[in-house]
């Protein structure tokens, strides 16, 4: 195992993530990922993240080939909730937000009742400056949150509201891959996700989930929702209010109650925030890592950024709620 020393304004805590180096040198990515399955298999439940620093990863098809050598087939961005592109079958760019936006820590897909278990970034191409993408532990999160919140939480779960298209978010054409209102009634049925076709021809959804989640083999609980991010306070201000001049608050983009449809505090959603920053690990991206999490142990982030910058995306095994 390699050691990572802190660079500027950048820390590592003891093992997170574990940085991981090639057992041979030169050797092609699928190679590398077949004899050390086991190695970073077993470190990624320990530790949640693994860097894997000489890799020989230097292209999309190089990284496809690493990530499917863990023995899963890659997954399509279903039921996504921000803009990407497929590159190549089951590989991704990471979310095409504005440079100078950042995208806050969280879980990927945490805001519906399937997700990937893995997810591997590879960074192709380092920005100028920024553009890190920040990890933090779902465990420790989980531990340092006041415990009336997660019980309330955890009694009431979350229900996600979305409102697709109308050139304010991602259209329902693009979230469900289809042009079929059939197809997308099918999938919320299959998905127990509710669904209402607007007068004006768009789609409305709302989906009842967890706020925590126990880790099938750890058997840990983590931190497992998208609250923080869905709701309408992580606007900013300015950009609130002038979205609810245009919108009443039924038809924002995307917005989060409690399951019962009662409204979330404000200032409940500020300690949840806190408790992710207090829990977040940032380190500068070297050209050819990548970075392979647990996503239900291990939540990232985006920082902003300056200059060309490239992060592609993989996402793999299937885990559903009810499992």
């Given amino acids: 195992m390699m050691s990572l020393s802190a660079q500027g304004a950048y820390s590592l805590t003891s093992g ?9 040198r030169g050797a092609e990515p699928l190679e590398q990922a077949l004899s050390s399955r086991q190695r970073i298999e077993t470190e990624l ?13 230097a292209s999309v098809a190089a990284f496809k080939s690493f990530a499917a050598g863990f023995g899963h087939e890659l997954l399509d961005y279903e039921f996504g909730s921000t803009p990407r592109t497929e590159l190549s079958k089951g590989v991704y760019t990471s979310t ?47 531990r340092s949150l006041e415990p009336a919140i997660v019980q309330r939480f955890e009694q009431k779960r979350l229900c ?19 042009t079929e209102r059939a197809s997308v009634e099918k999938f919320c049925a299959q998905q127990g996700i509710s669904c209402e076709w607007k ?35 992580n606007l900013e201000a300015e950009t609130r209010e002038a979205l609810l001049e245009v919108v009443d608050a039924a038809d924002l983009p995307r917005n989060v109650y409690y399951g019962d449809g009662s ?29 392979m999490l647990d996503n239900m142990l291990t939540a990232h982030a985006r920082s902003p950024f300056e200059g060309p910058r490239r992060v592609v995306v993989a996402m793999a095994e299937p885990h559903s709620a009810s499992e």
């Fill in 263 to 291: 409204p979330i505090e404000t200032s409940v959603l500020d300690a949840i925030r806190g408790a992710w920053r207090e829990n977040q690990v940032s380190f500068p991206w070297t050209a050819g890592d990548v970075l």
């Fill in 45 to 57: 439940l320990r530790s949640g993240a693994v860097l894997l620093r000489g890799w020989n990863v």
């Fill in 199 to 233: 007068a004006d021809g768009e789609l409305r959804t709302a989906q009842v989930c967890q706020a925590s989640a126990q880790h099938p083999r750890t058997h840990e609980r983590v931190w497992f929702n998208q609250a923080h991010l869905f709701h309408v306070s």
């Fill in 160 to 178: 996600y509201v979305r409102n697709y298209g109308n050139g304010l978010d991602l259209p329902w054409q693009r979230v469900f891959a289809t």
């Fill in 16 to 24: 997170f993530p574990a940085i991981l180096a090639p057992l041979a």
């Fill in 96 to 142: 095409e937000y504005p440079a100078h936006q950042s995208i806050p820590l969280h879980n990927e897909q945490s805001y519906s009742r399937t997700w990937p278990m893995k997810i591997w970034f590879h960074c192709h191409t380092v920005a100028t400056r920024g553009g890190e993408t920040p990890i933090a532990d779902s465990r420790a999160v989980y």
